[in-house]
């Protein structure tokens, strides 16, 4: 077998947060090299068997090893599950042969990254969060190859390239698709259109400010594309303002936009900056300010609003967006600015490492 066909274990678990980056490295690291057999470690507890088989990767099941920020109770059993842990993740790496070790966090990293280290295999981080994990500080002191999301993560070694992404994301010309996009929704192909979303569950929040301004952006002219998560319900009579629970393909939610609302976790702000639609983030109150952390470079850059879950009403929707939203040439300007900060080849740049890093450690099969 080829050194350019390696064989890969893929650690980012639990959340799609850690593994929607690692399925997008998965699939360029594929692209550049499709003879490359890549495993994926994951648990039962999270998303992984459902999301990581759906992408098409074999997937070993390891005790999950939450690892605390501070310092709890919860640490004292940490030693006995990890251990137990290790021994899982070592059987896979022997089991598949492993080239190397591509940690993206979460609960199955620590175990991955100190496997690893016992079978004298290269690791290699990527850190999507402005404040990096307890897994990915530790691996950062193990080995050389850290690659982050931006030069604002602080982690040693650590060199900023950006999240991977889907192609649909990085690919996707916004004005190009934006009638087809919007034509899709059943929205008007004319006049701005706001896009709102708390993620993949939804958030209460975001969900009542945007709702209790409906009238205000009907009458700003301002179309509604209102994505409100599957357990959340919005009543809306106009057909301008159009309610989904999901949106499955979200590049033809962005094409459609000319404008986000929502919450400001790692993927989606690395999402938006690439396609350039600027927002306005509401940051999670009660995640030790990581969301806001992660929305710093593109508010800094001018691409972006950022406002506290406490703040967000119907009248500051009303006060603060509509004048953005009917103002195009204010939104073209937050727009450049939001696509200055992407990093649309972040998938393609760390497969092309990992590549050369497995070569490096074992230079012919």
């Given at each position: 077998?080829?050194?350019?066909?390696p064989?890969?274990?893929?650690?980012?678990?639990?959340?799609?947060?850690?593994?929607e980056?690692?399925?997008?490295?998965?699939d360029?690291?594929r692209r550049?090299?499709?003879?490359?057999e890549?495993?994926a470690l994951?648990?039962v507890?999270?998303l992984?068997?459902t999301?990581?088989?759906?992408?098409?990767?074999?997937?070993?099941?390891?005790?999950?090893?939450?690892l605390?920020?501070k310092?709890?109770r919860?640490?004292?059993?940490?030693?006995?599950?990890?251990?137990?842990?290790?021994r899982?993740a070592?059987a896979?790496?022997?089991q598949?042969?492993?080239?190397?070790?591509?940690?993206f966090?979460?609960?199955v990293?620590?175990?991955?990254y100190?496997?690893?280290r016992?079978?004298?295999?290269?690791?290699?981080?990527h850190?999507?969060?402005?404040?990096p994990?307890?897994?990915?500080?530790?691996?950062?002191?193990?080995?050389?190859?850290?690659?982050?999301?931006?030069?604002?993560?602080?982690?040693?070694?650590?060199?900023?390239?950006?999240?991977?992404?889907?192609?649909?994301?990085?690919?996707l010309?916004?004005?190009?698709?934006?009638?087809?996009?919007?034509?899709?929704f059943?929205?008007?192909?004319d006049?701005?259109?706001?896009?709102?979303?708390g993620?993949?569950?939804?958030a209460?929040?975001?969900n009542?400010a945007?709702?209790?301004?409906?009238?205000?952006?009907r009458?700003?002219?301002?179309?509604?594309?209102?994505?409100?998560?599957p357990?959340?319900t919005?009543?809306?009579a106009?057909?301008?303002?159009?309610?989904?629970?999901?949106?499955?393909?979200?590049?033809?939610?962005?094409?459609?936009?000319?404008f986000?609302i929502c919450?400001?976790?790692a993927m989606?702000?690395?999402e938006?900056?690439?396609?350039?639609l600027?927002?306005?983030?509401v940051?999670?109150?009660?995640?030790?300010?990581e969301?806001?952390?992660?929305?710093?470079?593109?508010v800094?850059?001018?691409?972006?609003?950022?406002?506290?879950?406490a703040?967000?009403?119907?009248a500051?929707?009303?006060s603060?967006l509509?004048?953005?939203?009917?103002?195009?040439a204010?939104?073209?300007?937050?727009?450049?600015?939001?696509?200055?900060?992407?990093?649309?080849?972040?998938?393609?740049?760390?497969?092309?490492?990992?590549?050369?890093?497995a070569?490096q450690?074992?230079p012919?099969?």
């Amino acid at each position: 077998m080829d050194i350019k066909a390696p064989r890969v274990v893929v650690a980012g678990g639990h959340s799609a947060g850690h593994i929607e980056p690692a399925m997008n490295f998965a699939d360029a690291l594929r692209r550049l090299a499709p003879a490359a057999e890549i495993t994926a470690l994951g648990t039962v507890r999270g998303l992984d068997t459902t999301l990581i088989p759906a992408r098409g990767y074999p997937l070993e099941l390891i005790p999950p090893v939450p690892l605390p920020r501070k310092a709890t109770r919860a640490l004292l059993h940490i030693p006995s599950r990890l251990r137990a842990s290790i021994r899982a993740a070592s059987a896979v790496l022997d089991q598949v042969q492993a080239d190397v070790v591509v940690g993206f966090g979460g609960y199955v990293a620590a175990p991955a990254y100190l496997a690893a280290r016992r079978r004298r295999l290269p690791i290699v981080i990527h850190e999507a969060n402005i404040r990096p994990g307890a897994a990915n500080r530790m691996a950062a002191r193990l080995t050389p190859h850290v690659y982050t999301a931006s030069p604002d993560v602080r982690l040693k070694n650590g060199t900023a390239i950006g999240i991977p992404l889907r192609p649909a994301i990085t690919g996707l010309d916004r004005l190009a698709t934006r009638e087809a996009a919007r034509r899709k929704f059943g929205l008007s192909t004319d006049g701005p259109v706001l896009l709102v979303t708390g993620g993949s569950q939804g958030a209460t929040t975001i969900n009542a400010a945007a709702s209790g301004a409906a009238a205000a952006l009907r009458k700003a002219g301002v179309q509604v594309l209102h994505i409100t998560g599957p357990r959340h319900t919005v009543e809306a009579a106009d057909p301008s303002y159009v309610v989904l629970p999901f949106v499955d393909e979200m590049q033809y939610a962005y094409a459609a936009a000319d404008f986000a609302i929502c919450r400001s976790g790692a993927m989606t702000c690395a999402e938006l900056a690439a396609v350039g639609l600027p927002a306005a983030f509401v940051p999670l109150p009660d995640r030790g300010g990581e969301q806001r952390l992660n929305a710093g470079p593109v508010v800094a850059a001018g691409g972006a609003l950022l406002v506290n879950d406490a703040n967000l009403t119907p009248a500051w929707i009303e006060s603060a967006l509509v004048p953005i939203l009917t103002d195009p040439a204010r939104l073209a300007t937050m727009s450049a600015r939001a696509s200055a900060t992407g990093a649309p080849d972040a998938d393609i740049v760390l497969a092309r490492h990992v590549l050369s890093i497995a070569q490096q450690h074992r230079p012919a099969r």
